[in-house]
């Protein structure tokens, strides 16, 4: 089974259609969404125009979940953007959408992690900064699934890690934007230093499963500057350098 593992699109349809282009040439079984889809300050009426009719399974990202339930008073820019600009049919279609899903018996969806849609799986923040998780502290979010596979998204960060009883976890990495600043848990950067769309393809091979981690390119040159129109300058340096 080769499944294609998208996240993080951000309402980037320019990346968006690099990658499923991409996906076309290399014999997926099937293609998975895991969430933040429409919020930034591109395109997301467009983008649910192009994902909902393909019905891949797919999960509710913290974005989806804060677009449906925060006050405009509270919402971000990208949330309020998302907010603003979707129909009442794509808003009851992000709706609809689990926080988790298993795909089969092997397979588990989540955003953040089994537990939390705010929380990184491979990755964890402290007072200085964002690094990689260690291997305890990743075991310790798998206590809930016996899952096989995990596949999450939420970081924007491409990286797999396989637990000491064999189970992988992979993020695929974001589609759409390779670059934020947050302050939650605590103030920190995350810079995937390149501006291309990232996703990966999972496969189940007779030793256990083999993660692909794919980098491309798309028009960034053409999203950053819609993004700047849209008043996100922050974007705009995102989009074309994969750096904040």
């Given at each position: 089974m080769r499944i294609a593992a998208l996240s993080d699109i951000h309402g980037n349809l320019w990346a968006l259609d690099a990658v499923l282009a991409d996906i076309k040439n290399r014999q997926v079984d099937q293609i998975v969404n895991l969430g933040d889809i429409l919020s930034g300050g591109l395109h997301p009426e467009q983008t649910a125009d192009r994902l909902m009719p393909l019905s891949l399974p797919t999960i509710s990202g913290n974005h989806e979940r804060q677009v449906l339930t925060d006050?405009?008073?509270?919402?971000?820019?990208?949330?309020?953007?998302?907010?603003?600009?979707?129909?009442?049919?794509?808003?009851?279609?992000?709706?609809?959408?689990?926080?988790?899903?298993?795909?089969?018996?092997?397979?588990?969806?989540?955003?953040?992690?089994?537990?939390?849609?705010?929380?990184?799986?491979?990755?964890?923040?402290?007072?200085?900064?964002?690094?990689?998780?260690?291997?305890?502290?990743?075991?310790?979010?798998?206590?809930?699934?016996?899952?096989?596979?995990?596949?999450?998204?939420?970081?924007?960060?491409?990286?797999?890690?396989?637990?000491?009883?064999?189970?992988?976890?992979?993020?695929?990495?974001?589609?759409?934007?390779?670059?934020?600043?947050?302050?939650?848990?605590?103030?920190?950067?995350?810079?995937?230093?390149?501006?291309?769309?990232?996703?990966?393809?999972?496969?189940?091979?007779?030793?256990?499963?083999?993660?692909e981690l794919i980098a491309i390119p798309y028009d960034w040159q053409q999203a950053a500057l819609v993004a700047e129109r849209n008043g996100r300058m922050d974007w705009g340096r995102a989009l074309r350098t994969g750096r904040v």
């Open positions: 006050s405009p008073a509270n919402m971000s820019l990208s949330d309020e953007h998302a907010a603003k600009n979707l129909r009442a049919d794509q808003l009851r279609w992000i709706a609809d959408l689990p926080s988790t899903l298993r795909l089969n018996e092997d397979v588990l969806l989540v955003h953040g992690t089994p537990q939390s849609d705010l929380v990184y799986y491979l990755e964890t923040v402290t007072s200085d900064g964002i690094r990689c998780a260690n291997i305890a502290e990743v075991t310790q979010r798998t206590t809930d699934t016996d899952a096989t596979l995990i596949l999450c998204g939420h970081s924007h960060i491409q990286r797999a890690m396989q637990l000491d009883d064999g189970r992988l976890i992979v993020n695929p990495g974001s589609v759409g934007l390779q670059a934020y600043s947050a302050d939650h848990p605590a103030p920190h950067i995350v810079e995937m230093g390149s501006p291309h769309a990232r996703y990966a393809i999972v496969e189940r091979r007779e030793a256990g499963w083999l993660a």
